[in-house]
T-cell receptor
Framework: AQKITQTQPGMFVQEKEAVTLDCTYD???????LFWYKQPSSGEMIFLIY??????QNATEGRYSLNFQKARKSANLVISASQLGDSAMYFC?????????????FGKGTRLSVIA | DGGITQSPKYLFRKEGQNVTLSCEQN?????MYWYRQDPGQGLRLIYY???????QKGDIAEGYSVSREKKESFPLTVTSAQKNPTAFYLC?????????????????FGPGTRLTVL
């Protein structure tokens, strides 16, 4: 079974609108961390936002927020006020257990296209 | 500026040849990682190292080898045993937990090397 599932291969959003990118995960470990990365066409991976399994509040970083629903094992990324520069691949990833330097497991990604 | 460098950016290899991809970081991070990315796919872990002179296999280590003789460097060799090496290779590092920084201990990535087998 996949650890991280991103069901949307591609998404389109109008500039200045909000968009939600879906991510579900599978783990039996109570301690885990969830990450979202952005990959522009240049290929670099840019860290966006993090949510720990014990965090009480949903994470926010500027225009990015994470809709964390623990019981449903989902960690959707919400981008508000989309910009043309948001067009990129977006990857959800998990670290389990959430300790040390355990490597991340990545989903297959969602390609977001922002339309003017 | 601190960061991760990978070289070369593009690499072409003939079948049957070994090639080595360079990864250097000046972030003073203990842990380093190698991932492979195929078109339309996520990242898959090849090898990782949490400390100098120690490394562990990831999910797709067959046909690859690494060394970690210095904290700053984690080169990846793609051997002739790797049947389908054409891919984009990303190196990453992360700090020692408990040192300065937030709870996320996120991985920092280099710009990547695109390897093509001719």
């Amino acid at each position: 079974a996949q650890k991280i599932t991103q069901t949307q291969p591609g998404m389109f959003v109008q500039e200045k609108e909000a968009v939600t990118l879906d991510c579900t995960y599978d783990t039996s470990d109570p301690s885990y961390g969830l990450f979202w990365y952005k990959q522009p066409s240049s290929g670099e991976m840019i860290f966006l936002i993090y949510q720990g399994s014990y965090d009480q509040q949903n994470a926010t970083e500027g225009r990015y927020s994470l809709n964390f629903q623990k019981a449903r094992k989902s960690a959707n990324l919400v981008i508000s006020a989309s910009q043309l520069g948001d067009s990129a691949m977006y990857f959800c990833a998990m670290r389990e257990p959430n300790s040390g330097n355990t490597p991340l497991v990545f989903g297959k990604g969602t390609r977001l296209s922002v339309i003017a | 500026d601190g960061g991760i460098t990978q070289s070369p950016k593009y690499l072409f290899r003939k079948e049957g040849q070994n090639v080595t991809l360079s990864c250097e970081q000046n972030l003073n991070h203990d842990a380093m990682y190698w991932y492979r990315q195929d078109p339309g796919q996520g990242l898959r872990l090849i090898y990782y190292s949490q400390i100098v002179n120690d490394f562990q296999k990831g999910d797709i280590a067959e046909g690859y080898s690494v060394s970690r003789e210095k904290k700053e460097s984690f080169p990846l060799t793609v051997t002739s045993a790797q049947k389908n090496p054409t891919a984009f290779y990303l190196c990453a590092s992360s700090r020692t937990p408990g040192t300065s920084g937030g709870a996320s201990n996120e991985q920092f990535f280099g710009p990547g090397t695109r390897l093509t087998v001719l």
